[in-house]
């Protein structure tokens, strides 16, 4: 799936994660967290898990976490990456299910 | 070595510093020797000063020396920057810090002093924010040494800690030194731990901004004590002082964590009348003084006293009849504060008489129960108050260790914090030792320490207080969070632990980035 436009999910408040996907090449991810060193590797595998089910190889992902559960990381990148395919509209069921 | 709670104490320290590694929270009968200070006699008539340069002149300070300041005026501190600007200025070198606590207000300065080489060594409660950043990444070569109130009373009695000139804002004196904080536009109730530094150090300068007739009463600090008096402008902001109104909580999580405290407590065998207990401060610590005043009400039960960082809500159940005395080393908000001038009952303590554990008794010996927070606590029930997540100081012990020997202690914490669990395997820095936590609550139940089996019993079969092992909150805690990478440090020691006895209970190193 190709990245149309740039969008954006999720807020800074505490416990959620805002994440921004735009047009790039290949999987660029820019993660500032506020915890970066206990759970940075497993907030970046939640991302590059989710974006590969996606199919998605070209993307540049800015995620600002404030502390977020891999559940809500999930849902914040789910509805940013619907949104930047323009396919709210289409969920993919084989994803979410 | 190892000490008895599993930390490894570099020997070095132990030798270079001659400390012994902490072995049990039983404080036993020592002997112990007070040490004594120096004193420049004086008539009184020649006490006033104008200024601040020219009262560090008189004190006679001196390369190497130590010198103390107060917390009391918490955020609102003028004095501390103001008097540490113009020692810097001065170019003194090698001077140790030993305040009772460090506030955000005074971090700026303080970096500065170290970077100028006029602040080489740091005794205190605690520290945060940019302050306990620049320390955890190794600013100050010598490890800053952390202390309980109740230890700095005790290290300063012993001579552990040698105040040379002790510089302490009052929100009024007269021109002789008689100070209390209780009047002026900078209140802050009790002087309590200004107290020790009074009473010990060699020069006692007071900094006020009012200066009233002779004799001034009540004297908190008395003319006996005091060496000089200088006038300056402000010494602090009276909105940033203490809080203002305390507002309760309306954090679900929080009132379901007090309203289940409020249960241990009650359900405990120390409620009852005459009983005795320290709330502190924090949303559900408040929130608890709230739903116990009903449960006293109802069961027509008084408390003897109630002790520590007093607020609002704790003076109000002193007016309402359902506590008897309080015992106030330090005051949380702008009530309490406001209240000690009334109120008779709200007696000023220093913190030997507060939490001292070589003296010959402390308030704390007399506490029933006692409601404690933590950043995190382990399944051997150590707290730590001291390291954030991320293992970068940002805490302080204040009277934790202390309060902690009451007979009943609670921690109340939420399970987890954002993504950060509170209860884990190890604690990052063991600052209270589990022998003395009783009760861990947390907002989906329960964890009792299994040594106290009448605990245990008491609680078995209370409604809304579902009891768990300690192990299987963690895994509670671990579920919802994931397995977080171990904190990477590097072996350079930047913090010391003491236990309240002055033994070392844990060693805090400089984080890799």
Same mark, same amino acid.
């Given at each position: 799936?190709?990245?149309?436009?740039?969008?954006?999910?999720?807020?800074?408040?505490?416990?959620?994660?805002?994440?921004?996907?735009?047009?790039? $090449?290949?999987?660029?991810?820019?993660?500032?967290?506020?915890?970066?060193?206990?759970?940075?590797?497993?907030?970046?595998?939640?991302?590059?898990?989710?974006?590969?089910?996606?199919?998605?190889?070209?993307?540049?992902?800015?995620? *600002?976490?404030?502390?977020?559960?891999?559940? $809500?990381?999930?849902?914040?990148?789910?509805?940013?990456?619907?949104?930047?395919?323009?396919?709210?509209?289409?969920?993919?069921?084989?994803? #979410?299910? | 070595?190892?000490?008895? *709670?599993?930390?490894?104490?570099?020997?070095?320290?132990?030798?270079?510093?001659?400390?012994?590694?902490?072995?049990?929270?039983?404080?036993?009968?020592?002997?112990?020797?007070?040490?004594?200070?120096?004193?420049?006699? =004086?008539?009184?008539?020649?006490?006033?000063?104008?200024?601040?340069?020219? *009262?560090?002149?008189?004190?006679?300070?001196?390369?190497?020396?130590? &010198?103390?300041?107060?917390?009391?005026? +918490?955020?609102?501190?003028?004095?501390?920057?103001?008097?540490?600007?113009?020692?810097?200025?001065?170019?003194?070198?090698?001077?140790?810090?030993?305040?009772?606590?460090?506030?955000?207000?005074?971090?700026?300065?303080?970096?500065?002093?170290?970077? /100028?080489?006029?602040? $080489?060594?740091?005794?205190?409660?605690?520290?945060?924010? =940019?302050?306990?950043?620049?320390?955890?990444?190794?600013?100050?070569?010598?490890?800053?040494?952390?202390?309980?109130?109740?230890? +700095?009373?005790?290290?300063?009695?012993?001579? !552990?800690?040698?105040?040379?000139?002790?510089?302490?804002?009052?929100?009024?004196?007269? @021109?002789?030194?008689?100070?209390?904080?209780?009047?002026?536009?900078?209140?802050?109730?009790?002087?309590?731990?200004?107290?020790? !530094?009074?009473?010990?150090?060699?020069?006692?300068?007071?900094?006020?901004?009012?200066?009233?007739?002779?004799?001034?009463?009540?004297?908190?600090?008395?003319?006996?004590?005091?060496?000089?008096?200088?006038?300056?402008?402000?010494?602090?902001?009276?909105?940033?002082?203490?809080?203002?109104?305390?507002?309760?909580?309306?954090?679900?999580?929080?009132?379901?964590?007090?309203?289940?405290?409020?249960?241990? %407590?009650?359900?405990?065998?120390?409620?009852?009348?005459?009983?005795?207990?320290?709330?502190?401060?924090?949303?559900?610590?408040?929130?608890?003084?709230?739903?116990?005043?009903?449960?006293?009400?109802?069961?027509?039960?008084?408390? =003897?006293?109630?002790?520590?960082? %007093?607020?609002?809500?704790?003076?109000?159940?002193?007016?309402?009849?359902?506590?008897?005395?309080?015992?106030?080393?330090?005051?949380?908000?702008?009530?309490?504060?406001?209240?000690?001038?009334?109120?008779?009952?709200?007696?000023?303590?220093?913190?030997?008489?507060?939490?001292?554990?070589?003296?010959?008794?402390?308030?704390?010996?007399?506490?029933?129960?006692?409601?404690? =927070?933590?950043?995190?606590?382990?399944?051997?029930?150590?707290?730590?108050?001291?390291?954030?997540?991320?293992?970068?100081?940002?805490?302080?012990?204040?009277?934790?260790?202390?309060?902690?020997?009451?007979?009943?202690?609670?921690?109340?914490?939420?399970?987890?914090?954002?993504?950060?669990?509170?209860?884990?395997?190890?604690?990052?820095?063991?600052?209270? @030792?589990?022998?003395?936590?009783?009760?861990?609550?947390?907002?989906?139940? *329960? /964890? &009792?320490?299994?040594?106290?089996?009448?605990?245990?019993?008491?609680?078995?079969?209370?409604?809304?207080?579902?009891?768990? $092992?300690?192990?299987? #909150?963690?895994?509670?805690?671990?579920?919802?969070?994931?397995? @977080?990478?171990?904190?990477?440090?590097?072996?350079?020691?930047?913090?010391?632990?003491?236990?309240?006895?002055?033994?070392?209970? !844990?060693?805090?190193?400089?984080?890799?980035?």
């Amino acid at each position: 799936m190709e990245i149309k436009h740039t969008a954006l999910a999720g807020t800074l408040e505490s416990s959620d994660i805002q994440f921004t996907l735009s047009k790039g $090449t290949g999987v660029e991810i820019n993660l500032d967290s506020q915890v970066e060193k206990q759970f940075g590797k497993q907030i970046k595998k939640v991302i590059t898990d989710l974006l590969s089910e996606y199919g998605i190889e070209n993307v540049n992902v800015r995620a *600002v976490d404030k502390g977020a559960l891999d559940c $809500t990381i999930k849902a914040r990148l789910i509805a940013a990456i619907q949104r930047a395919t323009d396919t709210q509209n289409q969920p993919n069921w084989e994803v #979410l299910g | 070595m190892l000490n008895k *709670v599993n930390r490894e104490i570099p020997d070095d320290i132990l030798k270079e510093k001659n400390y012994k590694p902490f072995e049990t929270t039983e404080i036993g009968n020592p002997e112990t020797t007070y040490v004594a200070h120096q004193v420049r006699v =004086s008539q009184g008539d020649d006490k006033l000063v104008d200024s601040i340069p020219e *009262v560090i002149e008189k004190t006679g300070l001196k390369n190497g020396m130590t &010198i103390s300041f107060h917390h009391h005026f +918490r955020e609102g501190d003028f004095v501390f920057n103001m008097v540490m600007q113009e020692i810097i200025n001065e170019g003194f070198q090698d001077l140790t810090l030993a305040p009772s606590s460090l506030t955000n207000v005074m971090n700026d300065m303080v970096i500065k002093a170290i970077k /100028a080489g006029t602040i $080489t060594h740091i005794t205190s409660s605690g520290m945060r924010g =940019s302050l306990g950043d620049f320390i955890s990444h190794g600013g100050l070569k010598d490890p800053v040494v952390l202390r309980s109130h109740g230890n +700095r009373a005790r290290s300063i009695e012993n001579g !552990d800690i040698k105040i040379d000139v002790a510089f302490l804002g009052v929100p009024n004196s007269d @021109p002789v030194g008689n100070a209390n904080a209780i009047h002026g536009d900078a209140v802050f109730g009790s002087m309590g731990y200004s107290l020790m !530094d009074a009473k010990y150090a060699d020069k006692v300068v007071l900094l006020t901004d009012t200066i009233m007739p002779y004799p001034n009463t009540p004297a908190s600090i008395e003319q006996t004590q005091v060496d000089y008096v200088v006038k300056v402008a402000k010494v602090g902001d009276p909105d940033k002082i203490g809080s203002g109104a305390t507002r309760f909580t309306k954090d679900p999580k929080e009132l379901k964590i007090a309203e289940m405290v409020n249960q241990v %407590i009650t359900h405990s065998q120390y409620f009852k009348d005459g009983f005795s207990f320290q709330t502190g401060s924090g949303g559900a610590a408040l929130a608890v003084s709230r739903y116990l005043r009903k449960s006293m009400i109802e069961k027509n039960i008084k408390a =003897s006293f109630a002790l520590g960082g %007093i607020t609002k809500p704790t003076v109000d159940l002193l007016e309402e009849g359902l506590v008897n005395k309080i015992l106030d080393v330090q005051d949380f908000d702008k009530g309490a504060a406001a209240s000690m001038a009334n109120n008779e009952n709200q007696q000023e303590i220093d913190s030997s008489w507060y939490a001292d554990p070589y003296n010959k008794g402390a308030a704390v010996n007399q506490l029933d129960v006692c409601i404690l =927070s933590a950043l995190e606590i382990d399944t051997k029930f150590n707290v730590n108050v001291m390291t954030g997540s991320d293992g970068v100081l940002r805490g302080a012990i204040g009277g934790h260790q202390d309060a902690a020997n009451a007979k009943l202690t609670i921690i109340s914490a939420p399970l987890v914090r954002g993504r950060i669990a509170t209860v884990v395997n190890d604690v990052t820095t063991v600052v209270t @030792p589990g022998d003395s936590i009783d009760v861990l609550v947390t907002e989906i139940g *329960v /964890a &009792i320490n299994p040594k106290r089996k009448d605990l245990i019993e008491a609680l078995k079969n209370v409604p809304g207080v579902p009891v768990y $092992t300690i192990e299987e #909150l963690q895994k509670r805690a671990e579920a919802i969070v994931g397995k @977080p990478e171990p904190l990477e440090f590097t072996d350079r020691p930047v913090a010391l632990i003491e236990y309240r006895d002055g033994s070392l209970i !844990d060693t805090v190193y400089q984080v890799k980035d």
